[in-house]
């Protein structure tokens, strides 16, 4: 299948006991049921079924406890592959199953990285018990800017430590067997990250600061008391862990935008054509045919450039660091992309996407949260600008990354060293996955990225422009193109993707990099070389109505009533407030 069918997909490429995992997890949501799915999202119900069956089956405590930890370390491993697969399934249901996952994910983070082993054992524990985590890092008044922060770790003459502060947007802050809290030091305004129960006594829940079922939370520390054995990480290596544990999870939100949009399109396409307006059912009319091809064309890229993003993260070491650049593109660009085939989809659902029994309904809404996580869309354009140089003045050689479904430990993802000397990361040329192909719109793609890299040599950005976020942008959004075609080139390779397919993804790109172009153009700020580089970067994509009907019968109309969650369900799953 070349997007997620919950019945068909095989998940074969995994081991058993990973596959055993998916299956169990889709048989889950199936029995639940559309109705009751839709019920507790509108009603807010805490997931406490859901949580239920992890901790029957120790879901979380198998995906999230690293090898050598637990009572059964040879069941346990952090391996991305799988986290993928069920991330992926999770999303596909709901957001909010997902963001149960995440948000303890992010949490472990610090605790697996620290040295401190009495935490670690501890946590690892309490994972086997069917207890989630949480990691607080933002806060009301500072929102993600680790820089700043209220969280006071007080030494007292005893040794011991209190700590106050507050803490804002926390998920899972209500429940979490360990929050991970990252605050500074009293003493020297150093960093610090210490754990906390969110049932102590001087753990404060304030409120749930959203409208869901994930409970997103404020909470207070008010002279918590903390013993050296509770502290994560102290001074630089607190700033590591707390960056590096986003590293290691902002990519999930990718596959989180994955689930949803796939989802979506199975109720769209079952929807519209079985609806007959004016003697004509609803796929029949062109610009109908148009939007789905589109949206179905950006739901495959964004979900081979994450597939292929997988594999650099599971061979990344301190020599290959690549996946720096391609794990925010994960975050950012798969996320953005989501928002346009939901976009797409919903002008054919029209008001049918608002139904209170439409799963529709929920995708709309949360589709629109992935971007604005794990830093905004801006935060990590600005950290993917960073690569730009090398990625196409000063490439180094590596060697080939294989596909990644082996049934390993990722282990460098617990000691990923210093988040520093990113502008000296290299890459390998995006050239040999440009020439795997020859195809009409790929061939004026690597035109416009010649331009491009012209326009860099030749009218760079001013020193004024290096500090113009919004013209940065822009430049941004072209550059970005650039890597999310090589990744997905690299993949087709490996899946042997038609390339009809191929070429109506770069139908799109070209018209993507066009009107990103055409942004920079229009700036007040542009210069007038920019400006003519800009118009040289504008090209009209190669239609193809063959092609395009080819991909329109074999793999969007053919979704026609190949899935449809059961309204009803088989079990009726008991859930608790929180």
């Not at 120790?58 to 090898?67: E, V, Y």
């Not at 331009?451 to 030749?458: I, N, Q």
């Not at 990103?516 to 090209?539: D, G, N, R, V």
Request: proline residues 3%; contains cysteine; charged residues 25%.
């Amino acid at each position: 299948m070349q997007i997620l069918h919950p019945i068909k997909t095989d998940y074969s490429y995994l081991d058993q006991e990973s596959e055993d995992i998916m299956k169990k997890t889709i048989a889950w949501f199936e029995a639940k049921g559309k109705k009751k799915l839709t019920d507790d999202d509108r009603n807010f119900v805490w997931y406490a079924d859901f949580l239920s069956f992890i901790n029957e089956n120790q879901i979380f405590a198998k995906l999230m406890t690293p090898t050598g930890y637990g009572s059964k370390p040879e069941q346990s491993r952090w391996d991305t592959a799988r986290i993928a697969a069920f991330t992926e399934i999770c999303g596909f249901y709901g957001l909010c199953y997902w963001y149960t996952y995440q948000v303890s994910s992010l949490g472990l983070g610090p605790i697996w990285m620290s040295e401190n082993e009495h935490i670690k054992t501890k946590a690892a524990q309490l994972l086997e018990d069917g207890h989630i985590f949480a990691f607080g890092l933002s806060e009301k008044e500072h929102g993600a800017d680790i820089y700043s922060s209220d969280m006071i770790l007080t030494k007292k003459d005893d040794g011991t430590y209190v700590a106050n502060g507050g803490k804002y947007y926390i998920g899972n802050g209500n429940k979490a067997g360990m929050v991970s809290v990252f605050g500074l030091q009293a003493e020297n305004k150093e960093h610090v990250c210490f754990v906390v129960n969110s049932q102590h006594p001087n753990y404060h829940l304030i409120k749930n600061v959203v409208n869901s079922q994930s409970y997103v939370s404020q909470f207070e520390l008010k002279d918590y008391p903390i013993a050296e054995s509770d502290i994560l990480h102290k001074g630089r290596d607190a700033w590591d862990a707390a960056l590096n544990t986003v590293n290691i999870n902002k990519y999930n939100l990718g596959w989180a935008s994955i689930g949803i949009c796939t989802h979506a399109l199975y109720e769209a396409i079952n929807h519209a054509s079985h609806r007959n307006l004016y003697g004509k059912y609803v796929t029949d009319f062109p610009h109908i045919k148009a939007l789905f091809i589109k949206g179905y064309t950006r739901l495959l890229a964004a979900r081979m450039f994450t597939f292929r993003a997988t594999d650099y993260m599971r061979s990344a070491s301190a020599e290959d660091r690549r996946y720096l650049l391609f794990n925010p593109m994960v975050k950012m660009k798969v996320t953005t992309e989501g928002e346009h085939i939901i976009n797409d989809i919903w002008d054919v659902v029209a008001a049918k996407g608002f139904e209170r029994e439409m799963y529709f309904n929920m995708a709309a809404r949360d589709i629109r949260a992935l971007p604005k996580l794990e830093g905004t869309v801006h935060v990590n354009m600005a950290l993917i600008i960073k690569f730009m140089p090398n990625y196409f003045f000063n490439p180094g050689t590596f060697p080939e990354i294989p596909q990644r479904f082996d049934a390993l430990e990722d282990s460098f993802m617990f000691n990923q060293g210093a988040t520093k000397g990113l502008s000296k990361i290299q890459f390998h040329d995006y050239n040999e996955a440009y020439n795997l192909y020859d195809s009409p719109n790929i061939n004026l793609f690597k035109e416009q990225i010649n331009v491009l890299k012209e326009t860099l040599m030749m009218a760079g950005p001013s020193p004024e422009q290096q500090k113009d976020i919004d013209f940065l942008l822009s430049v941004g959004e072209l550059f970005t193109l650039v890597v999310y075609g090589q990744l997905i080139l690299e993949q087709a390779k490996i899946i042997n993707l038609d390339e009809a397919l191929l070429d109506q993804i770069f139908e799109i790109f070209v018209a993507d990099f066009s009107k990103f172009a055409l942004q920079i153009y229009s700036k007040p700020s542009s210069s007038e070389k920019q400006s003519e580089y800009a118009m040289k970067m504008i090209k009209k994509p190669i239609a193809d109505t063959g092609r395009t009907n080819l991909i329109w019968e074999k793999y969007v109309y053919s979704l026609k009533d190949s899935y449809e969650m059961e309204m009803a369900g088989t079990v009726v799953h008991e859930t608790v407030a929180p």
